[in-house]
T-cell receptor, first 113, second 108 residues
Framework: DTEVTQTPKHLVMGMTNKKSLKCEQH?????MYWYKQKAKKPPELMFV???????INESVPSRFSPECPNSSLLNLHLHALQPEDSALYLC????????????FGPGTRLTVT | GEDVEQSLFLSVREGDSSVINCTYT??????LYWYKQEPGAGLQLLTY?????DMKQDQRLTVLLNKKDKHLSLRIADTQTGDSAIYFC????????FGKGTRLHILP
């Protein structure tokens, strides 16, 4: 099973709302990632968790707050977003060592109004 | 610095072979990857190659790596309409760096 699931598939939120994106994998991977992807662009790395600890934050604004409650789950808490934050948010997971190929979820399409 | 370059567009007739090319700059990259993204979907890992290999074949897919020229290619044999997608080349050093993606268009 190489499946990464993400919920919700679509999310529309206002600039004053608080919402969360969820990601789950059961491949035993101990590295999990959040990416942001704008239309016709490659994914941009936001955060990396390794063994449930935040290891990389690519200078992401604090209105995005990641959380890794356990080795299978990854959340992204959203607060006071801007319209330019509208994008496809992708979660991925991988082994920590070896080839570390990343397996991606289907993404959450976020629209900020 | 790290950079991955790909041509942005490729048009191929159904049944022909598609060859998508990629160049990278970081000679210390350990693994190189090819991902496929269909409209509205996430990225699907197609294949990857370790930097000490020069070729890897998996069914209709063949990856060629020229480490001296830092050139990677993905060949898709007998291209089908379902192969229409954006293909991302990516290299790994301490993190994955993606190219801008090549949009593969299939002609009937």
């Amino acid at each position: 099973d190489t499946e990464v699931t993400q919920t919700p598939k679509h999310l529309v939120m206002g600039m004053t709302n608080k919402k969360s994106l969820k990601c789950e994998q059961h491949m035993g991977h101990r590295a999990m990632y959040w990416y942001k992807q704008k239309a016709k662009k490659p994914p941009e790395l936001m955060f990396v968790y390794s063994y449930e600890k935040l290891s990389i934050n690519e200078s992401v604004p604090s209105r995005f707050s990641p959380e890794c409650p356990n080795s299978s789950l990854l959340n992204l808490h959203l607060h006071a977003l801007q319209p330019e934050d509208s994008a496809l948010y992708l979660c991925a997971s991988s082994q920590v060592g070896g080839s570390r190929e990343q397996y991606f979820g289907p993404g959450t399409r976020l629209t900020v109004t | 610095g790290e950079d991955v370059e790909q041509s942005l567009f490729l048009s191929v007739r159904e049944g022909d072979s598609s060859v998508i090319n990629c160049t990278y700059t970081d000679s210390s990259s350990t693994y190189l990857y090819w991902y496929k993204q269909e409209p509205g979907a996430g990225l699907q890992l197609l294949t990857y190659i370790f930097s000490n290999m020069d070729m890897k074949q998996d069914q209709r897919l063949t990856v060629l790596l020229n480490k001296k020229d830092k050139h990677l290619s993905l060949r898709i044999a007998d291209t089908q309409t379902g192969d229409s997608a954006i293909y991302f080349c990516a290299e790994r050093h301490d993190k994955i760096i993606f190219g801008k993606g090549t949009r593969l268009h299939i002609l009937p």
